[in-house]
């Protein structure tokens, strides 16, 4: 390896480019002069104590960066780090840059704060602080693009400034940010992403839970209230069936969660955003709930013939009285619409009831599904209202399958059957009995151990089989 020392004034720097690791140290003066020009360094750069570096070109590093100067000019230039094997970032000052580009799949590490004026565009590789909290540093008017579950920062973020920013923290598998907005002055804060959440069952009135999961430092250096912004991603990790209405932004203060107000939006199984009231409290945010998380579940469903409608009756467990329901109906058991909606509190015998005065005198199949307000979506079982046409058919019911199978069997299909689910590589995943009856409908309940995919279900008797590949959400 060999070790190039810059010990006079460099005015200008062209394009160079090496074969051979070589490191480069200043003890001079170097300066890149403007946009137009560009320097390669095909392995480390060290700007030595009492040197002079500025760029305001391009200046390209494939190895570690270190900085002894003090007071280091940020120039107007752009630091790229583009090595492939691991960097790092050392020294006794902060390294500063107008832009940074981060391009290395085997990432960074911080051992000194690294400095941006300017844009930061994250490309590929994940930045991690060390154990000493050593910071990526966004001054003011700064920003950054890229960013996502492979390009982030595991560790400690610091921003400055009056501007609205969201700080660009993750765990090495996931992206998972925290904003700031609103600010009364011009601020310094310190983030970063944790899990799993301490103490979560120490909580202040009027919250009752945190989320035990995953949690945000975010520590104030200077500045005054701000709007803090947590955000969930339940497929990344996950957060219980919260309501919207009854979800708030958690500080931990005093040794207690305790609520910092909050508006949510989204949707409870997939992504969403909570935004606190202006707070001069700051460190450990989570996000908490109210009320405790209750899932939904039909608790009955039937469906029965009158003399001028059918009547459908259903009860549910865990439902606000803001939930929805659509009622859908079918004439093959397969192929639903809906035909109407109900919104309300159940009758006093605690069972929600629909008419469906322009029902079919033939065979009829009815499914009710719930909508609560935080988006979560229930399907109740399928019932069958017999009429006078009957036909010999047996059939999967529902394909997609969630939490149950349902198999239709009319005529000279009513038996006993046994039936296997099988992975698509022939592995026997569940197995047992069940039972059919002529124009009726009966179900299969999945176990834990069927996780949503692709599955071949086989169903069989001496007389009759079925065997059909079905797909679990």
């Not at 900085?67 to 390294?95: K, P």
């Not at 192929?335 to 009829?364: C, E, M, V, W």
């Not at 039936?419 to 197995?431: A, D, E, F, H, T």
Request: charged residues 10%; aromatic residues 10%.
């Amino acid at each position: 390896m060999k070790t190039i020392r810059i010990i006079t004034a460099l005015v200008l720097l062209c394009v160079h480019y090496v074969q051979a690791q070589v490191d480069l140290t200043n003890t001079g003066t170097m300066y890149i002069t403007n946009s137009a020009v560009a320097l390669y360094v095909n392995g480390g750069f060290t700007n030595a104590s009492g040197a002079s570096f500025t760029n305001n070109g391009d200046f390209y590093v494939t190895q570690n960066i270190s900085n002894a100067q003090v007071g280091m000019s940020a120039g107007t230039g752009t630091l790229r780090l583009i090595g492939t094997t691991a960097q790092q970032i050392n020294g006794t000052q902060t390294f500063k840059t107008y832009n940074l580009v981060t391009n290395n799949a085997a990432g960074f590490t911080l051992n000194n704060n690294l400095s941006i004026s300017g844009t930061h565009t994250f490309t590929d590789g994940l930045i991690a602080s060390s154990v000493t909290p050593n910071y990526l540093v966004y001054e003011a008017g700064s920003s950054y693009s890229g960013v996502s579950d492979a390009a982030h920062v595991s560790g400690w973020v610091k921003k400055i400034g009056t501007t609205a920013f969201t700080f660009p923290v993750g765990d090495n598998t996931y992206y998972r940010n925290i904003a700031i907005s609103s600010l009364a002055s011009s601020s310094e804060f310190n983030a970063r992403y944790n899990k799993p959440t301490p103490n979560a069952t120490n909580v202040a009135a009027p919250l009752v839970i945190v989320n035990p999961n995953e949690y945000w430092d975010l520590n104030q250096v200077s500045g005054g209230a701000a709007v803090v912004t947590l955000n969930w991603d339940d497929p990344k990790v996950n957060i219980a069936d919260y309501l919207l209405s009854e979800m708030r932004v958690a500080n931990y203060s005093g040794g207690l969660w305790t609520s910092r107000g909050g508006t949510a939006s989204g949707t409870i199984t997939t992504q969403g955003t909570i935004s606190s009231t202006s707070t001069s409290s700051f460190g450990q945010f989570a996000i908490a709930s109210i009320n405790w998380a209750t899932p939904l579940y039909f608790i009955d469903f039937n469906a029965k013939a009158q003399a001028s409608y059918n009547l459908l009756q259903w009860k549910m467990g865990g439902v606000s009285s803001d939930a929805s329901f659509e009622i859908e109906r079918s004439l093959d058991g397969r192929n639903f619409t809906k035909i109407g909606t109900l919104k309300g509190l159940p009758l006093l015998s605690g069972y929600f009831h629909y008419q469906d005065s322009r029902a079919f005198t033939g065979n009829t199949w009815y499914r009710i599904k719930c909508v609560n307000t935080d988006g979560h979506e229930l399907y109740s079982t399928i019932e069958l209202i017999q009429g006078g046409n009957k036909s010999d058919d047996f059939y999967l019911v529902n394909n997609p399958a969630h939490q149950f199978v349902y198999i239709a069997a009319t005529g000279k299909y009513e038996g006993t059957y046994d039936y296997q689910l099988l992975s698509v590589n022939g592995q026997l995943i569940q197995k047992g009995k069940i039972t059919t009856q002529a124009g009726g409908i009966c179900s299969i309940s999945l176990s834990s151990s069927v996780v949503p995919g692709s599955y071949v279900l086989d169903i069989r008797n001496a007389q009759h089989k079925l065997t059909q590949q079905i797909l679990v959400r």
